[in-house]
């Protein structure tokens, strides 16, 4: 995960609010319901898309810039641990963390403390120890490390404002010792095991990063043939660098590190591209990318759609309407949409009537179109697309969501799901539309991108 400590070239490759938890004998219990005194929302919440991770916490303003044009809404953050490559984090202050979460970042807190005693890059300063080996009352040592740390990194949390409930990640860095060291390998894992248990017993969800090819790997097998030797982390974050932001550690490899039915659903981190440049904003940051999905995932918003009545307006498709074209259920959800205008108060029906066509004309007057005997496609994403803003991108759950879905689709003759969840279809559709009228092909619908919908912007 840091720049000094990639996961091995050779074994691994390249990740709402989340539940929050009630712990009860230890074992995370799910509940919506955060901390009655916290005032930070319990993160990274509910949700599936993209994150980056980098070792120093980036400055706010780069954090805002980033949010408006990057496709990202997940950051992690190095909080403690004496073997992290960044143990000065000026930027990291509880009016940080406060400032992010408000802006809708969702933040995965990372500690780097102990690490596996085979890793031949620890310890990094001297002074960092590393995973104790003595076998002693089955590695005793490296379990009262393991709680140490954890305790540490609750504390880090705490000061922070990271409220109770919220995921405390472990950064395992890979080494093929894991493997074929065993001394290494059973240190290791009863320090996971101990690190999980007393993060659930201070209040928090634990998570583990490691490489799929090593960490990973011994804590899947760990799962599935020592069912109940070891206390397994609520979710995990896989390195594996294969450049495909999706969920999978086993595609075109040999051996399946982390089976298909591990830490499923919504339990998973995939780090799909180690450290590269990204620029958004203007603002250039060394990063590496994730794909997740945690909690329960972006949940798709209920309800009855855009309505009057029983007239709805979400519709498969959103047709130019003239006297010669004219469906009905087009014509009443055109006659729906121009009522919550304020334009129309005649009856709903499929009638291309007078009054619609002057209510119609009073809509091209307002936006500034020519007056016209018909209903446009332009006319359909003008008005769908009216209404609060705010940035939408992979992971966006929010009522405002439906209305670029319903805009998308009158601009591009493309079919969405009207669900109020931006996903992968939301987002390919999306990236038509920006390419059509030559915007950057982010997938994110940013200021400029709203601009273009509500002015009708179809090429």
Known sequence: ???????????????????????????????????????????????????????????????????????????????????????????????????????????????????????????????DPTISTDRTRNYRKARVQARDE?????AAATKLGISKGSTLWYDL????????????????LQFL??????????????????????????????????????????AIWIARWDGRANLDACRDQPVCYVRTDGWQPHKRIKQYRGGHQETWGGVTINIDSNYMSLGSGSLRLR??????????VDRRKYPTLNADYAPAKGVAAAKCLLTKKGLYDGPLDGSFSQEFLAAANAWQ???????????????????????????????TSKAR??????????????????????????ERVMKIWQRRVGLPQTGVVNDRAWELLKAGRRS
């Open 173 to 188: 860095e890979g080494t093929d010792g894991l493997l074929n060291n065993t001394a290494c390998r059973e240190s290791a």
């Open 303 to 312: 309800g009855r759609g855009l309505r009057c009545g029983d007239v709805p």
């Open 401 to 426: 969501v439906k209305r670029v879905q319903r805009a998308l689709m009158a601009a591009t003759n493309e079919r969405l799901a009207i669900d109020g969840v931006f996903l992968g279809s939301s």
């Open 1 to 127: 995960m840091e720049t000094l400590m990639r996961p091995l070239p050779r074994r691994s490759s390249p990740f709402r609010a989340m539940l929050a938890v009630a712990l009860t004998a230890g074992v995370l219990a799910t509940s919506p319901t955060a901390p009655a005194a916290a005032e930070n929302r319990v993160t990274p919440g509910n949700f599936t898309g993209y994150g980056f991770d980098q070792c120093v916490a980036p400055e706010s303003w780069k954090m805002d810039r980033w949010m408006a044009q990057s496709p990202f809404s997940a950051v992690g953050i190095y909080i403690s641990g004496a073997s992290r490559g960044c143990r000065t984090q000026p930027n990291l202050t509880p009016s940080w963390i406060s400032h992010q979460l408000e802006n809708g970042w969702r933040l995965l807190p990372i500690t780097l403390g102990p690490q596996a005693a085979c890793h031949p890059s620890f310890p990094r300063y001297g002074n």
């Open 365 to 395: 007057r307002r936006v500034g179109d020519p007056v016209q005997p018909r209903w446009t496609k332009r006319n359909w994403t003008q008005a769908l697309a009216r209404g609060r803003e705010g940035v939408v991108k992979v992971g």
């Open 150 to 154: 954890a305790d540490t990194a609750v």
């Open 193 to 234: 095991h101990k690190w999980t248990k007393q993060i659930h017993r201070r209040g928090y969800v634990s998570g583990v990063y490691s490489s799929a090819g090593s960490g990973m790997r011994i804590l899947d097998d760990a799962r599935v043939n020592r069912p109940n030797a070891f206390t397994m982390p609520d």
